[in-house]
């Protein structure tokens, strides 16, 4: 029975488990074990914000239904958001390690090879060499972001509520600088923000929004403080839309009066070479290709650019927003750009511009779902 507000439709998750036993025979995975909560949703619909408790995901190469394991009090969330007809459950007390192993039992894992995220931040070593352990006829391997690669391609209702987060994200930015205008602190610019973006549909994100103003423009992902926003300073802000999980973020700079030449020069050097970046961006181009068209002009006037120019974004818990591990525009990496995808393209010239678009890939390119805010240092 399909859950009370389930995201996607039961068909849809039921594709995604195919692609994902697909995958999995490919690797000759019998069993894949799930703890990323990104990833236990894109299977499921489940979530919750108590994901701090230990949860799992078993998914077998044949199964037609996942098994899912999870803190008993978190167990109306199964019913709540995912397709899913049963659960399992652990209670204070339990061990969740020894309940992870009965339900691979239950399933016929005893001899299986089973799969591992070894990567995810919430599988620890101890869990980790506790099941090997009581496991010991079973065979372990690496399966790290073997489902983030699936999630790459976005299907036309992930697409939807990228485009929803967008333009939440667009209009929390419109009201930050509306409430920079009135003179205010960094932390009234944040209230006004999460006014805009809660009434508009907005969910808690991935990341906090990012408001920094004067010498914090130039401190990475700071939060906002007390700190009063002044005449002849830089505001660097970068804020988030978040629709049912989906994350689009857009990032602008306003000068507080007029800007230095310097600020002026970054911005029409970051603006042109993004452009570019964003007209080239187009199924079948290699992301190095793309990034260079970001990194060469910036280089020219910040030549220690080190930053990321773009990265996959899509579903997120904290503390992150995408899935940037797998898909990252730089030049260390290449990879082909393909229809269906949706990216964070970021472009910063250090402490004196910056400013980003998400787009998503179609057949003719990159569609901005950021698409109404002035490309421009933003001048108060």
Known sequence: MPGRIQAFSTEEFQSRLRKTQDEMRSRGIDVLLLHAPENIYYLTGYQTSGYFAYQTLVVTESAKEPTILVRYIERGNVDEYSWLSHDETWKEGD????????????????????????S??????????????????????????????????????ELEYIRKAGLIAEAEIRTAIETMRRGATEAEVAAAVFQTGVSAGCEYTGLPHHIMSGHRAAV????????????????????????????????????????????????????????????????GVSSRAVDALVRGPIRTIKPDYPNRSGYSTGIGF???????????????????VKEGMAFHMLAVAGKHFGLSETVVITANGAERVTPSNERALIII
Not at 124 to 135: H, M, N
Not at 318 to 336: G, I, Q, R, S, V
Request: glycine share 4%.
């Open 120 to 157: 995810s931040w919430f599988l620890t070593a101890k869990v980790a060499e506790e099941l090997v352990g009581k496991l010991s006829t079973a065979r372990f391997v690496d399966a790290s972001y073997l489902v983030e690669r699936i999630r790459h391609i976005k299907s036309p209702q």
């Open 95 to 118: 061990d969740v390690v020894q309940r992870t192993v009965d339900v691979i039992l239950k399933v016929g894992g005893a001899n299986a090879v089973i799969g591992l995220e070894k």
């Open 220 to 283: 990475c992902h700071a939060n906002w403080t007390n700190k009063p926003i002044v005449p002849r300073e830089l505001v660097a802000i970068e804020l988030y839309g978040c629709v049912e999980r989906y994350h689009a973020t857009q990032v602008r700079t306003i000068s507080m009066g007029e800007p230095s030449a310097e600020s002026r020069r970054a911005a029409e050097v970051v603006i042109r070479a993004q452009d570019e970046a964003l007209a080239a961006l187009k199924p």
């Open 318 to 336: 904290p503390p992150k927003t995408a899935e940037w591990e797998t898909l990252d525009f730089n030049e260390t990496h290449d990879w082909e």
